[in-house]
């Protein structure tokens, strides 16, 4: 029996969506891989506990259960297949493949079973349906009567969104069975609720997606953004990968989390969660924990006092929590020496990242691309100027991506590096064997020549000679305005067929075409030149400033000092609410220093004016001198 069963177009139900991917049993346990979210799911040998084969809508599907309480389910098979899957978990798992059909007598009358994160309906000694309780959104109760809402689907027309249970009253008094029914279901549901105190706490911290400034609490099992007008709570199971991205300026840093599902806000989904840090802002961090459970808990990742860089904070936090790898750039580095591109998609400009294994762009909207969903790529003409090329990026389901307005000297250096990743380039050039279209490409070779760079060459050289010959000093001999009017009053002449024997006739005709040669021929007058513009006078007395102005340059480092890290546009606005809120006896003072500044400002113009000629008295001197000449 061979080592390695492998299968194609395998669907796992996930959060109520039916995903395809790629499933692979080994003899170290199952792996499988999302196509949607690219996500490697591995469940090992030893933790599997039970094997279900049903069949299912989609034919014959798989159900794994855990010794953790997990379950996995895994639709797509073929009913020829259950031999080869027997054999194989027996053999190398030890575990026994057990047929079991679902009820199909359409009863609404049983009893439910609670097991791992599954709710099962069953009718006799068959299940009837089974729900995975993390779909559960919300559970609430009523008088014999249990009510479920369920997590809305995206990827699905129609959802199941409420399903009611009612539980008859029992004459025992073991309790409300209600009661013990929605205890058993809030235990496993995807309710988040905020219970004992956050491990540490990040302020007004710069979102890009969702835009806003928002309080980050990081909680054991979920992150908390809570800003002024949104909250949003993001269980860490939800995240799927960690990017920490240099921003072009080498000044900012982008922090980006990618979700499944993403987070919503009425018909908006969020899939990724950009954060834009200062590389200058610096923090000292204090986890909410003692020093023995941080040890106990993240195993070295992380220390009770944590001090440096807020962005290394944030994502070293983030990493520990989440337990995912955090993406950075690779080698790749631009015309400019930087670790990006800047680009445009979907008519906003951001940064292009080639990363070790796809792509990202930042950040409206923000999009990420892996190297095993590209079809192939394609390096197309600007459409605007061939100062920029354009970036496109056909998948394998079909989607392209274009990032346009690229600047022509990030054309070799992206070149080499989808070459070196040897993803499929639609326009490599010519292949050996074809018939060229132009000498200059008849020795290509398929690895190192480029036919978009060579054409981009070649218009070069015809718009560098366009230009040498526009400002050469040789006229255009064909051109003459008085033959082209000769011609067109010779072919419509009154009176064309007239022999040249009546010589007043010619002789008037001759005087006209000077006339008209003299109308074409005038030459123009030539324009005035404008006057310059007045040149101000270094060692004039400067304008006085306001009251507000000379308040804002006395008290701008105290703000400063009050708010650390502020920028110049958040410092104006704190100003200016400050000096709206100040009593009139205190902007009497700096009223009073204005009026001051004034008066001051109005004697040093008269000494100004008085010893400084004006000029109109500049022009009388200048009359006079012309006229004694």
């Not at 995912?324 to 631009?334: A, C, D, E, L, S």
């Not at 930087?338 to 990363?355: D, F």
């Amino acid at each position: 029996m061979a080592d390695t069963l492998e299968f194609n177009d395998i669907y796992q139900e996930v959060k109520g969506s039916m995903n395809d991917g790629r499933l692979r049993l080994s003899r170290a346990g199952l792996m499988y891989k999302n196509n949607k979210t690219g996500k490697v799911e591995n469940i090992s040998a030893a933790d599997i506990a039970e094997v279900v084969w049903r069949r299912v809508a989609l034919g014959h599907g798989i159900k794994l259960l855990t010794n953790g309480g997990h379950v996995y389910k895994y639709d797509g098979f073929r009913d020829t297949e259950y031999d080869k899957l027997f054999d194989y978990f027996k053999s190398h798992f030890r575990v026994e493949l057990v047929e079991k059909d679902l009820c199909v007598k359409g009863w609404n009358w049983g009893s439910v079973r609670f097991g791992g994160q599954l709710l099962s309906f069953d009718i006799g000694d068959q299940p009837a349906f089974e729900l995975p309780l993390s779909n559960v959104s919300q559970c609430t109760t009523g008088k014999n009567e249990v009510t479920l809402e369920f997590h809305q689907n995206d990827d699905s027309e129609v959802s199941l969104m409420e399903i009611r249970f009612y539980v008859p009253p029992t004459q025992d008094d073991g309790g409300d069975p209600v009661e013990a029914f929605a205890q058993n279901v809030l235990s496993k549901a995807d309710v988040i609720q905020a219970t004992g105190d956050a491990v540490c706490i990040f302020r007004e911290l710069q979102c890009l997606t969702p835009r806003g400034r928002y309080d980050i609490r990081i909680y054991p099992t979920f992150l908390h953004l809570h800003g002024k007008t949104f909250d949003y709570k993001i269980p860490y199971t939800t995240v799927l990968r960690l990017f920490l991205l240099p921003h072009k300026d080498q000044r900012q840093m982008f922090f980006v989390i990618s979700l499944d599902p993403p987070i919503k806000q009425g018909q908006t989904r969020y899939h990724f969660l950009i954060l834009l840090f200062s590389k200058d802002e610096d923090m000292t961090l204090t986890l909410n924990m003692s020093e023995e459970e941080v040890e106990r808990r993240f195993e070295g990742k992380l220390k009770k006092n944590m001090s440096g860089c807020l962005y290394e904070m944030v994502s070293r936090v983030m990493k520990a929590l989440v337990n995912r790898k955090i993406t950075v750039p690779g080698n790749f580095q631009g015309h400019s020496g930087s670790q990006c591109i800047t680009c445009s998609y979907k008519a906003s400009s951001g940064l292009l990242y080639p990363l070790e294994r796809g792509f990202i762009y930042v950040h409206k909207p923000p999009v990420h691309i892996r190297f095993d969903e590209v079809n192939c790529v394609n390096f197309a003409r600007g459409t605007t100027t061939t100062r920029s090329f354009d970036f496109e990026i056909e998948t394998k389901q079909g989607s392209q991506y274009t990032f346009s307005s690229i600047e022509r000297e990030e054309y070799g250096k992206l070149f080499d590096f989808v070459n070196a990743k040897k993803l499929s380039i639609k326009n490599r050039g010519l292949k050996e064997g074809m018939k060229p279209a132009y000498d200059d490409y008849a020795d290509s070779d398929e690895d190192q020549h480029d036919a978009y760079l060579e054409r981009m060459k070649e218009e070069g050289k015809i718009r560098e000679n366009a230009d040498s010959d526009e400002s050469g000093d040789e006229t255009d001999e064909s051109f003459n305005p008085g033959e082209e009017e000769d011609e067109v009053a010779e072919e419509f002449d009154s009176n064309p067929s007239a022999s040249s024997s009546s010589a007043d006739s010619d002789d008037d005709a001759e005087k006209k075409k000077e006339a008209k040669r003299a109308k074409i021929v005038k030459e123009k007058k030539p324009r005035k030149k404008k006057e310059s513009k007045k040149t101000k006078d270094p060692s004039a007395p400067k304008r006085p400033m306001s009251a507000y102005m000379l308040w804002l340059n006395a008290s701008r480092e105290k703000i400063k000092s009050e708010n650390p890290g502020i920028s110049i546009t958040d410092l104006s606005k704190k100003a200016g609410e400050i000096w709206k809120s100040m009593s009139k006896d205190k902007k009497e003072e700096w009223d009073r220093r204005a009026e001051e500044a004034k008066r001051d400002y109005e004697k040093a113009m008269k000494e100004y004016n008085s010893s400084t000629p004006t000029e109109a008295s500049k022009k009388k001197k200048k009359a006079k001198g012309k006229k004694k000449k």
